[in-house]
């Protein structure tokens, strides 16, 4: 018997959660919680451990359980598109999944990360993005996301800076056709946020438990630019602190996380996702 042939009939009760290894940790579930409340939904979003060996087999618990949709966090957000019935050609391009969307036993993977962080850093910090230099440092998951998203704004250029050079040069290429995208190595950091106009950390260096650590020094950012960073655990972490110092406008990553997820819930139950109330459930739990 296949998945789609037991899928249960859980009318009326939406069942979504996380999946990732760890994930103990991740906001998700209080977030959507939340935000399921707020929009009267009977309904459960659940943090679920998956180590990377067992995907496939909880892809298939995930169709026959009847889950309306998943977020997939580090370090599936790659592999995942092999369970998938279809990806969205955006979610193909950035090469990642974050979201996944049940309609009647087949799934389809999106991704929804590099357009909840642009429409946030235009929310919040820089609403004309176009013809503005941005520099991007950092080649990981989420630089992909969010190089994709940038470049639909139409900016002059997008330099992505990163410790290993040859990891910007690969995601340069694969964004290419799309704008003026250059990749350097972090001995050329310096000289590139000097021409930025908007500079976005996208490496985890400064998250929580290492609030200490930067990924640039402090003198090496231009007085009043903007500057955005992807952490939101500490809310404003040391880069950001010391651009503010420095007369920049100044964007942290809870309103990235937040509308990642508000356009993750849109997909699952097709209406606006309550935005300020997910935002104020992770202040309140953030203290
Ligand atoms: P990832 O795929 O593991 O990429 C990590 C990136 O950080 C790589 O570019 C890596 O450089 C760089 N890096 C790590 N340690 C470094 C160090 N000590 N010095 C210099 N560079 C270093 O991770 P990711 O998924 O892209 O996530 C990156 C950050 O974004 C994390 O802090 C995560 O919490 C945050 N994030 C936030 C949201 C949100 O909703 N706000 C969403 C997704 C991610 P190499 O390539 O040289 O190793």
Known sequence: MNAEAIAPKAEGYLLLGVIGC?????????????ALKEM??????VPLHVEPERLGETIAAMRTLGFRGFNV?????????DYLDDVDERAREIGA???????????????????????????????????????????GGAARGIVDALLRENPASVT?????????ASLADAMA????????????????ASAADILINTTSVG????????PIPAEWIPGGIVVSDLIYNPLETRMLREAAQRGCTVHGGLGMFVYQGAYALEYWTGRPAPAGVMREALLRNFG
């Open 22 to 34: 760890p994930v103990a940790q991740s906001k998700s579930p209080l977030m959507h919680g939340a």
């Open 40 to 45: 009267g939904l009977e309904g459960s979003y």
């Open 73 to 81: 966090t580090i370090p599936h957000k790659l592999a995942i598109m």
């Open 97 to 139: 999944v974050n979201t996944v969307l049940n309609e009647g036993g087949r799934l389809k993977g999106y991704n929804t990360d590099g357009i909840g962080y642009v429409r946030s850093l235009k929310a919040e910090a820089a609403p004309e993005l176009a013809g503005k230099r941005a520099v991007v440092i950092g080649a």
């Open 160 to 168: 992505i800076v990163n410790r290993d050079a040859t990891k910007a």
């Open 177 to 192: 056709s799309r704008g003026r995208v250059a990749a350097l190595g972090t001995d050329k950091l310096q000289e590139a």
């Open 207 to 214: 998250m929580y438990p290492q609030e200490s650590a930067t």
